[in-house]
């Protein structure tokens, strides 16, 4: 297929909306990209061989490989090794920039993985595209292939199968350049700090933004362009230090920040005992999407400067509460939701299809 013609395509502009916060907190809640995903993966038995000790719904699964338990490594308790699993893909990545949307899908599915302290291994892949004899078509799936295999080459982690499905055609059109990947990694043991807030540590954001918001749900909903946001230049060492800080007993809670950015992880992570006072400089800080940052709840937050000394940024984004209410505050307005709030936002796919 090399001796195809190939079209890269153009970066937008950045045009952004003037939107009322309320109604776009509560429109990418409610996406069905970012809503709860419990209605799909409830129409299957996920706990075969009662070895699920962490469930889908978090960042990644994990499976308890107990029979390694005299042969873990680093494994202080004897549990054996977890194996963590994650899965994703994002057409609206890859659509504002094929190349760079599917590095980040890369780096998102092992920055989950990280988030529950396991190491990423390896992965496998499903790249889906529209008629490659169209060379504009063409150039966005060379682009995801080549993103993905650049990223994945850096995170040392292999694609060691998948599959390919193209002429994905129709009178609406072709559908976008879409690789959908899943990914795999390790740890001892396989207790994980939750995506859910205790409700008594600081709250902080690590990894650096990429301040932009193409691709992004918050355009999606609420109209406008821009630019897909620039990933970060070391991803292995950045997904190997989230682990690290994710494996600290000084950890309560992590969450990767991707679908929806902040505003999503934020609202994930609320539970009806344990809330946030949360304050960002603007909306781009709260919608903006990159990859390879995780929202960290924890009781030694000078330890996590530390760890990221040299790596990547990490910014106060505020205290947990113990109210079940996240109180977010951008600039000068400020949005509260409470857990109840936040779970009828996110029913929409039961909503839709029972």
Not at 261 to 269: D, Q, W
Not at 276 to 285: I, M
Not at 286 to 292: K, V
Request: charged fraction near 20%.
């Amino acid at each position: 297929m090399n001796d195809l013609d190939a079209v890269d395509p153009e970066s937008a502009e950045r045009d952004l909306p003037d939107a009322d916060l309320g109604d776009a907190v509560e429109a990418v809640i409610a996406n069905p990209n970012t809503a709860s995903k419990r209605w799909v993966y409830r129409q299957y038995d996920h706990e075969v061989g009662l070895r699920t000790a962490m469930k889908p719904g978090d960042d990644a699964a994990i499976m308890a490989i107990r029979e390694t338990a005299d042969t873990a490594e680093n494994d202080a308790d004897g549990s054996g090794t977890g194996l963590a699993i994650s899965s994703g893909a994002n057409p609206n990545w890859t659509t504002a920039d094929p190349y760079s949307g599917a590095r980040a899908v890369a780096l998102e599915n092992a920055t989950n993985i990280a988030a529950k302290g396991a190491t990423p291994l390896a992965a496998v892949n499903c790249l889906n595209g529209g008629n490659p004899e169209k060379p504009d078509v063409y150039g966005g799936f060379k682009s995801i292939v080549d993103g993905l295999a650049e990223m994945c080459t850096d995170l040392s982690t292999p694609v060691v199968g998948g599959n390919v499905s193209l002429y994905n055609d129709s009178e609406a059109g072709p559908i976008p350049p879409t690789p959908t990947l899943a990914m795999i990694g390790t740890k001892a043991g396989y207790d994980a700090p939750p995506a859910a807030f205790s409700g008594e540590g600081e709250l902080l954001v690590v990894g650096d933004a990429g301040d932009a918001l193409g691709g992004s749900e918050y355009l999606a909903a609420m109209g406008g362009s821009d630019a897909f946001p620039e990933l970060p230049a070391s991803p292995s060492d950045l997904v190997a230090t989230i682990a690290e800080v994710a494996r600290a007993e000084s950890t309560l809670a992590t969450h990767d920040v991707s679908h929806g950015g902040l505003a999503v992880a934020l609202a994930e992570l609320l539970a009806a005992d344990a809330g946030a006072d949360v304050a960002v400089d603007d909306a781009v800080t709260l919608f903006d999407e990159t990859p390879g940052r995780v929202v960290v709840e924890t009781t030694d937050p000078e330890s996590v400067r530390a760890a990221f000394d040299g790596v990547a940024a990490v910014e106060s984004l505020g205290t947990a509460t113990d109210d079940g209410v996240l109180s977010l505050t951008v600039g000068d307005e400020t949005v509260e939701l409470d857990a109840d709030g936040v779970a009828k936002l996110r029913q929409t796919i039961p909503e839709t299809l029972d």
